[in-house]
């Protein structure tokens, strides 16, 4: 509990160090990253961002859903203890004992009271006006006890008459909650907040009208302004933001979903990694460059698309994607056909349109049942739509047509590897090893394997036999910096994201991987909290590739962990326009939310962010030991 209990969260280290994962996307790590550092999730996704000037994050712990922060063993605020007291007074007024019935007064005995109206409300004293205002509050809680809403809420208006009190209207407002009468217990509500701004029962109780309403930004709002008041104490509270964050996500997302360019594809660096988990194959007899084929027949596109893949960069993948939907146009690609559907249907699957990818895939099976690829990437989309069942099958398949094909060995493994299967994955990794030992990724993946099960000494061995065998390849030493860094080995980690880097640049300056640069700045933040410089990278592996979904969430983050926080509003919103299929964007959506509804709790309630810099005061005494510490 030692990290829980002051440490503020460990930077996003490519804490799972997932080497090419069946869908090596941002938000597959992030996931990953997020069940192991429950810590910074919640404090991003959760249950609002706490960020203090010195670029320390409070956060919740998951498991307890609890604030596990300085600010919690703080003393409460002068306005908390006031509200206790008032609603403690409340709560005496309304448990009317025998000992008090004499002094209290009745609902009868507001009977007695002189007629109330503003005519003769002006009539009044300031004294009866106040004595009054009492007797019709506590006749009010009366009758709402035994479910007299009409009464209460007829009481609660003369109440409010005589003198306009925010409990007064807060209960007014539990009675049209009861009712149902949402809009009105948003009017009485805003009513008692505007008299109370850190009345954190009548927020709940508009946060729960408007959640009623479909208005859920809205919600969320008022939810987390709740949370900060309160200290993120009660877990009722704290739930609601996360249901409310997930509402306004999904809501928003259709939004996006609708407006998305259907032919977008994600960035080359997602691309590679995705095309590159396929052992390469040269190209199919009769679409070699030296056989001449016109542009205008399906057979000529085939050529073209194959041959602009090659290039690995943006507009060669775009190329390729149009290529393979003009061949199949065309038509007329006699024994190329089902290699044409596997194709359009794996850049329709990076499209993010999986459906149609997925009746592709279906398509060039049923033309060539022999072609074990098909089943394979069929499997991964299966697998990333959360259907392991029909993923498990398709290898299956796969595998009776072919069991000496080190592919489908290969993604069999990638599918125990993201289930945490990591003994079965192993073995699949060495058998596509024994069947083919050039492709790289079975011994970095074994590697990576190896290093989760826990013997981190076969791993570091497996690594040090790849640079031994595959020197040029730069991914090696990208992955092998990953477990470094994960090891706290900053100085070796760095070398080696060094050497990947200064690769990548020679053997593809038109396509670098970006990789390298993000996991150096990752580096340099843990290391050393050396922030200009981690931006810095990043900022690099965005102009290399702007559309890099991982360069723009580690910014974000890096953004968050310094208190940037509208800085890191604009990335997290850059990470959703960039996600690819409607899981990914909610899941975007849902930080950017968070962040922004941080963000309007800031401007709507000063005083709460005074609240928060506060709690920030008493962290930024732990100072940088506590980052230290961290993992
Ligand atoms: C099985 O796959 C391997 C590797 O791709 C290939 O060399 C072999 O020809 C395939 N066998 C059949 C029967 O297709």
Redesign the pocket.
Known sequence: MSRASAAPPPMPPLAQPVAIPVEPSLWDRFTNWASENKALVYTIAGVAVVVTSAGVVYYLNGDAQKPRSAAQSKPSKKERRKRKEAERQAEASKSTSAGEQAKAPTVEAVDELPEINEDTVATFTDEQRRDYALQLKNAGNKAYGSKDYDRAIDLYSKAILCKPDSIFYSNRAACYNAQSVWDKVVEDTTAAINLDPTYVKALNRRANAYEHLSQFSESLLDYTASCIIDEFKTESSTNAVERLLKKVAEQKAEEILKSKDPNKLPSPTFVSNYIQSF?AKPRPEGLEDDVELPESTGKGQLQLGLKAMEKKTHEGYEEAANAFEKALELGDLGEHEALAYNLRGTFRNLRGAQEQALQDMDKSIELDP?Y?QSYVKRASMHLEMGDRASAAADLEQALS??D????IYYHRAQLHFIHGEFQDAAKDYQKSID??SSFIFSHIQLGVTQYKMGSVASSMATFRRCVKNFDKVPDVYNYYGELLLDQSKYDEAIQKFDTAMEMEKQTKPLAMNVLPLINKALALFQQKAEFTEAEKLCEKALIIDPECDIAVATMAQLLLQQGKITEALKYFERAAELARTPGEIVNALSYAEATRTQIQVQEKYPQLAAKLQGMGAGAAGMGAGAFAGAR
Do not use: K, V
């Open positions: 052992r022999s074990t047509q072919n000496s094909d080190p592919d069947l083919d």
